[in-house]
């Protein structure tokens, strides 16, 4: 089986709001049937520093579970990012920190990027990183 997304913070929120869309809908498909998709150390983050409830940020970390986990970027991960963030800005594209790093770990880690957001989405297109599709 093909290595399931990384699921950007834009589509947990959506998916656990109760928002329908194709990216949520994929996501759907992909924790009932599979591939699993994956997180990251600084999704997760970005994703639990939402909640204001103990009880809603518990069970959105519970959730998180069924997710596989990325391992943490270290120095050469955070530096690969930086190096995507300037390739991008010289092509004319920008980008925020987190978003080159959450491109730049899909790379690394071979997997697709399932995102509703337009200019993350651009900058993994421009860096090679395939975006995950709902079929």
Do not use: K, N
């Not at 994929?26 to 939402?50: N, Y």
């Not at 970390?61 to 391992?71: C, G, H, K, P, T």
């Amino acid at each position: 089986m093909a290595a399931g997304p990384l699921v950007d913070t834009s589509v947990l929120i959506d998916y656990f709001g109760g928002v329908a869309s194709a990216e949520t809908d994929a996501l759907d498909r992909c924790l009932a049937d599979g591939p699993p998709p994956a997180t990251a150390p600084v999704i997760v983050q970005e994703f639990l520093q939402g909640f204001r409830l103990a009880r809603d940020f518990d069970a959105a970390a519970e959730a998180l579970s069924w997710f596989d986990r990325l391992d943490p970027p270290d120095y050469a991960a955070h530096e690969a990012a930086a190096r995507l963030h300037v390739e991008a800005r010289r092509r004319g594209r920008t980008g925020s920190t987190v978003d080159t790093l959450i491109v730049s770990m899909a790379l690394a880690a071979g997997r697709p990027l399932l995102t509703r957001d337009a200019a993350q989405r651009a900058l993994a297109v421009a860096a090679g990183v395939a975006i995950f599709q709902a079929e």
